[in-house]
Each structure stands twice: as structure tokens, then as C-alpha cells.
């Protein structure tokens, strides 16, 4: 026995107060209904039963429901149609919004299979809208079933082909798979229709290992009953025969008399195929009184058309015309055209074998007649049904951007979650790199301007910000000055002293050099011991101030901490001519005036003449 069975039987068993006794019965009826009709009409009593005693209507609701679910399974549709309206009423006045949803869709079955397609489609359409609005998403995936198996039987293959898929993804997310075989039956169906007899095959089996694994034993048979079809189609009709036996023994077993019904009719077409009119016939009739006792008009039709048919077929006229205007008699007052149609062909084809082309002129004038009509009929709800799904998708649009304004979305699986998770990690690990990236890029962008010995500005910051400083200073008529600094004798210092002690003295000079810049002003190390000031808005003689403390504060440091012999000077020389017609030019002038500082005897400021 299936585990949740076994575990709704044990809490059953238990003393429950009635309103959960309610919603457990509700629960095992739900598995029941597909394996064990009888059971499930049982449940369906003491559902009934318990919910008279109690004040809330949403016991009886949910009982009426299913007392309807149950008269569908059993092919009476009058019945069913009554208990499934009369529970919408009572659920929807009970604020019941789950039963409410589940009984649209259920309407939406019953009018589909008595074939009032429009009316089929407004409940599955208002089933979709209110399951979306309230995210309902296993009874959003069976309105979408039902919206797409009406598409299908308009003949929107393509319409009805997106509605499964959508359905099917909806299941699949939700693990149910029992719908989910169901709705792989129904693909199945459009595959059939457009011709790919391999691809339905292959779906209808897919879908019967399920219900299979499942113990849906109905499933089974319908699923068993639609790959006959599909191999009478081949032309296997042996093998075709097979299945209908084998869906036909388990209709039999679950005492299902609407299943075995359409068992024994695709059984009877298999027979008429292999040429066995006799047992076909046979078959036929007692299809037909199945039909006639649960109440289902249509089935009686196709039984009656059938019987109709084969007696044709096997010389007894009388019957056959009999049987025929009795089946279009009833698709007379039923009113379905297609049904309608089938009968005066059937009835023409008798008459011209009986050599009465009067009588099967009429008929098939008739025939025509519908024809034109059943083809107006059929654009009609095609284009109905197309703008209804347009208006339908156009709400699930806005449905969807509303749910994702003001919602996170939603794990598609457990497996999307992961990879979320992962992708999250990694993100997070990729933005700590990028961080890392850009300090990384920031400081070799420091270093690649920066002299790495004294950490004054390198000679390439120099050029690149003395370019735009002598740039501004022409367009806006503002002084600039230049001075090259450059230690005196500084290869004596690293032959005397140690090239260590000659790069403490660069470090040295360079942060006197530093210190005596102002916020616009800045220091570079030019080469060597040679360094660079560079005096933003300051003229010659400002400029010359700034370098002649620099000057002394160099000759007056401390350097015997690096050395007790050690002396250290500089020399400098400044540049200031607007009239140069670039910032090299500048620098070589400057660079002219250190070198007339150190042949004027060294530690002194040459200004430019």
C-alpha cells in the first residue's frame, strides 16, 4: 500500500475532531478516486454524512465537490453538473478558495466532455486568473491543462501545445506526478492529431510508467486505451487489440463503467479493423447500454453511430437506417453538429448501397449543410478561444511582473536553490576578487607614478602633470615655475659613505623637498640625484623664496645621525618664461640654470636672467 495511504488510514483510525476528519477524507479520496472507485464513493458518503453536522458550509462544499468528481468518474454527467454547482455556490460563500478553484476546474471537465467547449473554456480561464492571483500553483498547472486540452480539440495545436508545456513545467516544479502523467497523455493527443505517431508513442509510455509506479490503475487503462489508438493508426491493429484488452480488464477490475465503456468502443473499432464484425458488434451494443444507463449522451452518439455503421457494413439495412435516424434523432436534440454530421453521412452511404440515391442525395445535402455551418461554428470558437488565451497570457504578464515587483522569485526546484546558492557564492567571491583587483590596479597605478626608493612622484607623473599644468597656465594667463634640485656631489657621498647612506640621503631630500611644497605644488624625482619642483601660480621670485629655504634647509639638517663626516648640499636652478613654447622647454631652461649653479661653485639657487 502507498505510504501516505497507509499513514491517512492510521490517523483515521484515531479519534479526530470532524472538521480535520473532513479534510483527511478529502485527502485519501484523492488518491482513492484513481485506483479504487468504490472506496472513494464510500468516502464521498461519510463525507456527506459528517458534514451535516457541522455549521461551517466549507465541509459541505468540499463534500458536494467531490460527490461530483465521483459522479463524473462514473459517466453521470446530469449529477455531477448538479453537486459541482451547487459546491461552487457553497465554497464560494465559505471564502474557500482552494475548493473554489479546484470545482471551476472541475466544471470545466464536466461542460469539455459533454462537449460545451466556450462554456468549458470560461471556467478554466476563471480557474487560471484566480489560481494566479492567489499563486496557487498546482491548481494554476491543471487550469492550464484544461485551457490547453479545449485549444486542442478547436484544433490550436500549436495554442494547445504551449498550455501543456506550461502545465507540465508548473508539475514538474511541483513534483506532482501523477498530474504530471497526465498531462504527457495529453501531449500525447496533440502528437497524435498533427501525425507524429512515433512521438505520441513515446509520451503515452512515458506517461503509463508513471501511473504505473503511482497505482493509478483508471490512468493506466485510459493511457493503455490511447496507445491502442496510435497503433490502429499504424496499422498494428494485433498489437492495438492488445491494449484495448489489457485498458478494458483493468476498467472491469476498478468497477469504473465510464472507462469501460470507452474501453469497449476503441476495443470494437480495433475488431472492425481486423474484420471481426461480429464481436465488434457485440461490443458496440453493450458500449452503448453503458452509455445509456450513466447518462452520457454523447457517449450513446458514438455508440449508436458505430452500431449503425457495422450493420450497414454487414447487409442489415432495416437495423442499420434504424439505429442511425434513432442516433440523429438524439444529435437533433442534443444539438452538436459533428455528431450530427457523422449520422447523415452514415445514413447516405447506406441508402446509396441500397441503390436509393434520392434518400442519400437528401442526406448528403445535409451534410453539406452542416458542414458550412459546423465550419463557421469551429473558426468561431477557434478565434474565440485564441483571443481568450491572448487575454489570458496578457494577465499572466502582468501577473508576473506584479509577483516580481513585490516578490522574490521563487526556487524553480531544489536543484535551481543550489545553483543559486552557488552562483551567489561565486558572485560574492568575484566581488571580492574585483575589490581586490582594484586596489590592486589602484596601487600599481600608484607605483607606476611613484619612485619606488623615495616616494616622491617619478619623473613620468612629471611630464604628464607638468604638460597640463603649462597647458592651463597659457590659457589662463597664470605664473608658472620650475626648479631642478640636485644633490652636490652625491657620487663622492655613495664612494665615501656607502651606497646605503647614499640612498638615506635621496629619502632625506626628498621629504625636505615634500615639506616645502605647498597643496598646488608638488615634488618629482627627476633621475638620479637630480630632483623637480614644480610651483603652480607662483612667478620667478616666489618660486625663488620656496628654493632658497629648501636650499638651506638641506645644508642645516642633522646629517651626522647618518654619518658623523657626512655634509650634504644641493644646487638648483629655476625656470619661469611664459614666452617657452612648451613644458620641456621649461624644464631644459631650468635645467640650464642648475648647471650655471654648480659651475658658480655648487649649494646655491640660479634663477633664470
Given at each position: 500500500m502507498?505510504?501516505?495511504?497507509?499513514?491517512?488510514?492510521?490517523?483515521?483510525?484515531?479519534?479526530?475532531p470532524?472538521?480535520?476528519k473532513l479534510?483527511l477524507?478529502?485527502?485519501l479520496y484523492?488518491?482513492?478516486?484513481y485506483n479504487?472507485?468504490?472506496?472513494?464513493?464510500?468516502?464521498?458518503e461519510?463525507?456527506l454524512?459528517l458534514s451535516e453536522d457541522?455549521?461551517?458550509p466549507?465541509?459541505r462544499g468540499?463534500?458536494?465537490?467531490n460527490?461530483?468528481?465521483?459522479?463524473f468518474r462514473?459517466?453521470?454527467?446530469?449529477?455531477?453538473q448538479?453537486?459541482?454547482?451547487e459546491?461552487?455556490?457553497?465554497?464560494?460563500r465559505a471564502?474557500q478558495?482552494?475548493?473554489?478553484?479546484?470545482t471551476?476546474?472541475?466544471?470545466g471537465?464536466?461542460?469539455?466532455?459533454q462537449?460545451?467547449?466556450?462554456?468549458a473554456l470560461e471556467?478554466?480561464?476563471e480557474?487560471l486568473?484566480?489560481?494566479?492571483k492567489?499563486?496557487q500553483?498546482?491548481l494554476?498547472?491543471?487550469?492550464?491543462?484544461?485551457?490547453g486540452?479545449?485549444q486542442?480539440?478547436?484544433?490550436?495545436?500549436?495554442e494547445?501545445t504551449?498550455?501543456f508545456?506550461r502545465?507540465?513545467?508548473?508539475k514538474?516544479e511541483?513534483?506532482?506526478?501523477?498530474?504530471?502523467?497526465?498531462t504527457?497523455n495529453?501531449?500525447g493527443l496533440?502528437y497524435?492529431?498533427v501525425?507524429?505517431?512515433s512521438?505520441?508513442?513515446?509520451?503515452?509510455?512515458?506517461?503509463?510508467?508513471?501511473?504505473k509506479?503511482?497505482?493509478?490503475r483508471q490512468?493506466?487503462?485510459?493511457?493503455?486505451?490511447?496507445?491502442g489508438?496510435?497503433f490502429?493508426?499504424?496499422?498494428?491493429?494485433?498489437?492495438?487489440l492488445?491494449y484495448?484488452q489489457?485498458a478494458?480488464?483493468?476498467?472491469?477490475?476498478?468497477?469504473s463503467?465510464?472507462?469501460?465503456a470507452?474501453?469497449?468502443?476503441n476495443?470494437g473499432?480495433?475488431?472492425t479493423?481486423?474484420g471481426?464484425?461480429?464481436?465488434?458488434l457485440?461490443l458496440?451494443?453493450v458500449?452503448k447500454?453503458?452509455y445509456?444507463?450513466?447518462g452520457?449522451?454523447?457517449?450513446?452518439?458514438?455508440?449508436?453511430?458505430?452500431?449503425?455503421?457495422?450493420?450497414g457494413?454487414m447487409?442489415?439495412?432495416d437495423?442499420?437506417?434504424?439505429?442511425l435516424?434513432?442516433?440523429?434523432?438524439?444529435a437533433?436534440?442534443?444539438g452538436?453538429?459533428k455528431p450530427?454530421l457523422?449520422?447523415h453521412?452514415a445514413?447516405?452511404?447506406?441508402?446509396?448501397a441500397?441503390q436509393?440515391?434520392?434518400?442519400?442525395?437528401?442526406?448528403?445535402?445535409?451534410?453539406l449543410e452542416?458542414e458550412?455551418k459546423?465550419?463557421k461554428?469551429?473558426?468561431?470558437?477557434k478565434?474565440?478561444a485564441l483571443?481568450?488565451?491572448?487575454?489570458?497570457?496578457?494577465?499572466?504578464q502582468e501577473?508576473?511582473?506584479?509577483?516580481?515587483?513585490?516578490t522574490?522569485?521563487?526556487?524553480?526546484?531544489r536543484?535551481l536553490?543550489r545553483?543559486?546558492?552557488?552562483?551567489?557564492e561565486a558572485?560574492?567571491?568575484?566581488s571580492r576578487l574585483l575589490d581586490?583587483?582594484?586596489?590592486q590596479?589602484a596601487?600599481?597605478?600608484?607605483?607606476?607614478?611613484?619612485?619606488?626608493?623615495t616616494?616622491l612622484?617619478?619623473?613620468r607623473?612629471l611630464?604628464?602633470n607638468?604638460e597640463r599644468e603649462f597647458?592651463?597656465s597659457?590659457r589662463?594667463?597664470?605664473?608658472?615655475?620650475?626648479?631642478?634640485?640636485?644633490?652636490?656631489?652625491?657620487?663622492?657621498?655613495?664612494?665615501t659613505?656607502?651606497?646605503?647612506?647614499g640612498?638615506d640621503?635621496?629619502?632625506?631630500?626628498?621629504?625636505?623637498?615634500?615639506s616645502?611644497?605647498?597643496?598646488?605644488?608638488?615634488?618629482a624625482?627627476?633621475?638620479g640625484?637630480?630632483f623637480a619642483?614644480?610651483?603652480?601660480?607662483?612667478?620667478l621670485a616666489?618660486?625663488?623664496?620656496?628654493c632658497e629655504?629648501?636650499?638651506?634647509r638641506v645644508e642645516?639638517h642633522?646629517?651626522?645621525?647618518l654619518?658623523?663626516?657626512?655634509?650634504v648640499?644641493?644646487?638648483?636652478?629655476?625656470s619661469?618664461?611664459?614666452?617657452l613654447p612648451?613644458?620641456e622647454?621649461l624644464?631644459?631652461?631650468a635645467d640650464?640654470?642648475?648647471?650655471?649653479?654648480?659651475?658658480?661653485?655648487?649649494n646655491r639657487?640660479?634663477?633664470?636672467?
Amino acid at each position: 500500500m502507498n505510504h501516505t495511504l497507509q499513514t491517512l488510514e492510521a490517523q483515521l483510525s484515531q479519534p479526530q475532531p470532524p472538521s480535520e476528519k473532513l479534510h483527511l477524507l478529502d485527502e485519501l479520496y484523492q488518491f482513492l478516486r484513481y485506483n479504487d472507485l468504490r472506496r472513494a464513493g464510500q468516502l464521498v458518503e461519510e463525507m456527506l454524512v459528517l458534514s451535516e453536522d457541522q455549521t461551517s458550509p466549507a465541509g459541505r462544499g468540499l463534500a458536494l465537490k467531490n460527490l461530483g468528481d465521483f459522479h463524473f468518474r462514473q459517466g453521470n454527467l446530469p449529477a455531477a453538473q448538479g453537486c459541482l454547482e451547487e459546491a461552487l455556490a457553497v465554497l464560494r460563500r465559505a471564502g474557500q478558495l482552494k475548493g473554489e478553484i479546484d470545482t471551476l476546474n472541475a466544471l470545466g471537465n464536466l461542460h469539455y466532455f459533454q462537449g460545451s467547449f466556450p462554456r468549458a473554456l470560461e471556467y478554466y480561464l476563471e480557474a487560471l486568473e484566480q489560481s494566479r492571483k492567489h499563486q496557487q500553483k498546482a491548481l494554476e498547472a491543471n487550469a492550464l491543462n484544461g485551457v490547453g486540452i479545449v485549444q486542442y480539440t478547436l484544433g490550436n495545436h500549436q495554442e494547445a501545445t504551449k498550455y501543456f508545456l506550461r502545465s507540465l513545467a508548473l508539475k514538474r516544479e511541483l513534483d506532482d506526478r501523477l498530474s504530471e502523467a497526465g498531462t504527457l497523455n495529453n501531449l500525447g493527443l496533440v502528437y497524435l492529431e498533427v501525425g507524429d505517431l512515433s512521438g505520441a508513442v513515446q509520451l503515452y509510455r512515458e506517461s503509463l510508467a508513471i501511473k504505473k509506479m503511482l497505482g493509478d490503475r483508471q490512468g493506466q487503462a485510459n493511457v493503455l486505451s490511447n496507445l491502442g489508438v496510435v497503433f490502429q493508426r499504424l496499422g498494428r491493429i494485433q498489437e492495438a487489440l492488445d491494449y484495448h484488452q489489457q485498458a478494458l480488464e483493468i476498467a472491469e477490475q476498478l468497477g469504473s463503467p465510464q472507462v469501460r465503456a470507452t474501453c469497449l468502443e476503441n476495443l470494437g473499432l480495433s475488431h472492425t479493423a481486423l474484420g471481426n464484425l461480429d464481436r465488434a458488434l457485440e461490443l458496440f451494443q453493450v458500449c452503448k447500454a453503458l452509455y445509456q444507463e450513466l447518462g452520457n449522451r454523447l457517449g450513446e452518439l458514438s455508440a449508436l453511430l458505430q452500431v449503425g455503421s457495422l450493420l450497414g457494413r454487414m447487409g442489415q439495412t432495416d437495423s442499420a437506417i434504424q439505429t442511425l435516424q434513432q442516433g440523429l434523432r438524439l444529435a437533433e436534440e442534443l444539438g452538436p453538429q459533428k455528431p450530427l454530421l457523422e449520422f447523415h453521412q452514415a445514413l447516405a452511404a447506406v441508402f446509396e448501397a441500397e441503390q436509393k440515391p434520392a434518400l442519400a442525395l437528401y442526406h448528403l445535402r445535409q451534410v453539406l449543410e452542416i458542414e458550412r455551418k459546423l465550419y463557421k461554428e469551429q473558426q468561431a470558437q477557434k478565434t474565440a478561444a485564441l483571443l481568450a488565451g491572448f487575454q489570458v497570457e496578457k494577465a499572466r504578464q502582468e501577473a508576473e511582473i506584479e509577483r516580481l515587483r513585490n516578490t522574490e522569485l521563487a526556487r524553480a526546484n531544489r536543484e535551481l536553490a543550489r545553483a543559486i546558492e552557488n552562483l551567489k557564492e561565486a558572485n560574492a567571491e568575484k566581488s571580492r576578487l574585483l575589490d581586490k583587483l582594484r586596489q590592486q590596479s589602484a596601487e600599481l597605478e600608484r607605483l607606476a607614478r611613484q619612485d619606488p626608493l623615495t616616494r616622491l612622484h617619478n619623473r613620468r607623473y612629471l611630464e604628464e602633470n607638468l604638460e597640463r599644468e603649462f597647458a592651463a597656465s597659457r590659457r589662463y594667463n597664470f605664473p608658472l615655475s620650475v626648479a631642478l634640485v640636485d644633490i652636490d656631489n652625491f657620487k663622492q657621498i655613495n664612494d665615501t659613505f656607502s651606497h646605503q647612506v647614499g640612498d638615506d640621503v635621496l629619502r632625506i631630500v626628498a621629504q625636505i623637498l615634500e615639506s616645502g611644497c605647498r597643496g598646488v605644488d608638488f615634488a618629482a624625482r627627476y633621475g638620479g640625484e637630480e630632483f623637480a619642483l614644480v610651483f603652480s601660480q607662483t612667478d620667478l621670485a616666489g618660486a625663488l623664496i620656496a628654493c632658497e629655504r629648501v636650499r638651506q634647509r638641506v645644508e642645516n639638517h642633522n646629517w651626522s645621525d647618518l654619518h658623523p663626516s657626512l655634509k650634504v648640499t644641493v644646487s638648483i636652478g629655476v625656470s619661469s618664461d611664459p614666452t617657452l613654447p612648451n613644458h620641456e622647454k621649461l624644464l631644459a631652461a631650468a635645467d640650464e640654470q642648475l648647471y650655471a649653479a654648480k659651475r658658480a661653485g655648487r649649494n646655491r639657487v640660479c634663477p633664470q636672467s
